[in-house]
């Protein structure tokens, strides 16, 4: 059983920067690929980031494209979302989630291939 826990957010102005963190343990990071995801109140939940167990291949949503960037460190058993230029419509929660299929990696878009997620961390972008 893996568990995630998220950290990093906070309020920041438009224009700002945050970094999130995935803490991992339960489990062997190297073999999830992970992914990060959001939800606004009333939305559903949204695609962000994902990447592979070895973290060579990535893949973004389209709204936050050339923006964020994920990445992981497989020795600290961690996952990050650098979020630049943000702005009020990436207010949400920020939730992490771990896939432990093996194989090629697929881009990570859909929520329900995820075995693991964390509890989220809040992330209000302010005008």
């Known amino acids: 059983q893996v568990q995630l826990v998220e950290s990093g957010g906070g309020l920041v102005q438009a224009g700002g920067s945050l970094r999130l963190s995935c803490a991992a343990s339960?489990?062997?990071?190297?073999?999830?690929?992970m992914g990060w995801f959001r939800q606004a109140p009333g939305k559903e939940r949204e695609f962000v980031a994902a990447?592979?167990?070895?973290?060579?291949?990535?893949n973004y949503g389209d709204s936050v494209k050339g923006r964020f960037i994920i990445s992981r460190d497989n020795a600290k058993n961690t996952a990050y979302l650098q979020m630049n230029s943000l702005k009020p419509e990436d207010t949400a929660v920020y939730y992490c989630a771990a896939d432990k299929r093996a194989g090629i990696f697929d881009g990570g878009r859909i929520a329900s291939t995820y075995d693991y997620w964390g509890q989220g961390t809040q992330v209000t972008v302010s005008s």
């Open positions: 990447i592979s167990r070895g973290g060579f291949s990535t």
């Open positions: 339960g489990g062997t990071f190297s073999a999830y690929a």
